[in-house]
């Protein structure tokens, strides 16, 4: 005879993104949430009685509801207290609640000293460079810049693809856009400092990206967006003769659980990574004629 010495379920690793929209400027987070809820369910291990287990499947559906409840801005302490004294509260097996939750340290964009109204940045992301040396050829300097994690929570939509047999992605004018920048550039001239043309891309190609701090910039699709910046940096930096921007669509899907109370209204999200979109393109300018590995 084996004895059940202790036991819990739960739901872990719960993806939520929240925005609010209230006043001129968003408010947005990004949160891995995990729930263990001690329960007197034994009889569930021992003899396969369900009657007082609260599925792990609902315990997920709790975050979204809870989340779309908190009509204004709090802190994951705040969210967890909140979400962690429902299930005691709510259900009389439940004796604890352990409630985990790892924040994206998502940050507003700042321009010229201004907070941007729905832009958001992660990090700072790598500056690296590629040089090839050869005895009869010129040298080949390339930059680049990766990890750069980038959002907005508005000024983003989708419309106008082919819909066919294949097609449920429907047509948006507003979405989250969210991204990772991976971006390689080449020289033509050497700039008169590597670290300030870097410093000089990156701040280009955020600034194309978010758009004025206000107001923003519609982006139809991440082609269009990529593009732009990698023309505004071939506008800006006449040293630089090619770029190539690889940007991930890290998809923020809309929950709309309207059975649990959850309708979406471009507040509750789960974001992912994978899949995610692959967009890429490489610039050169018109009269660009050197071989490169672009
Ligand atoms: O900006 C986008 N470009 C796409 O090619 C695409 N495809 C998709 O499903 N969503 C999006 N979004």
Not at 56 to 80: H, R
Not at 120 to 145: A, D, R, W
Not at 254 to 265: A, D, H, L, Q
């Amino acid at each position: 005879m084996a004895e059940l010495a202790q036991q819990r379920h739960g739901k872990a690793k719960v993806r939520v993104g929240r925005v609010w929209r209230e006043g001129e400027r968003h408010a947005f987070v990004e949160w891995k949430v995990s729930v263990l809820i001690s329960s007197s369910c034994e009889s569930s291990f021992i003899s396969a009685d369900n009657s007082a287990v609260v599925a792990t499947d609902s315990i997920k559906n709790t975050i979204y509801v809870k989340a779309k409840e908190c009509s204004s801005v709090l802190s994951m302490e705040e969210f967890a207290i909140l979400l962690g004294e429902h299930f005691v509260k709510t259900y009389p097996q439940v004796t604890g609640s352990e409630i985990t939750i790892i924040e994206k340290p998502w940050e507003p964009y700042r321009i010229n000293g201004k907070i941007h109204h729905h832009g958001f940045k992660l990090g700072k992301g790598s500056h690296f460079c590629e040089i090839q040396v050869s005895k009869n050829k010129p040298t080949v300097v390339c930059s680049g810049l990766e990890g750069l994690s980038v959002l907005k929570t508005t000024q983003s939509g989708f419309e106008g693809f082919v819909r066919d047999n294949y097609t449920l992605l429907p047509e948006v004018r507003e979405r989250i856009l969210a991204t990772e920048v991976l971006s390689v550039w080449c020289y033509k001239s050497k700039p008169s400092c590597y670290n300030k043309a870097f410093e000089t891309v990156k701040q280009i190609l955020l600034d194309v990206f978010f758009g004025p701090p206000d107001a923003g910039v519609y982006s139809p699709s991440v082609q269009n967006t990529l593009y732009l910046m990698g023309e505004r940096v071939l506008q800006r930096l006449p040293e630089i003769e090619s770029i190539k921007l690889s940007m991930p669509n890290l998809h923020f899907i809309p929950v709309n659980m309207p059975k649990v109370g959850v309708e979406f209204n471009h507040d509750v999200y789960l974001p992912t990574d994978e899949p995610h979109g692959t967009i890429e393109a490489s610039l050169t300018r018109k009269n660009w004629s050197r071989h490169s590995k672009l």
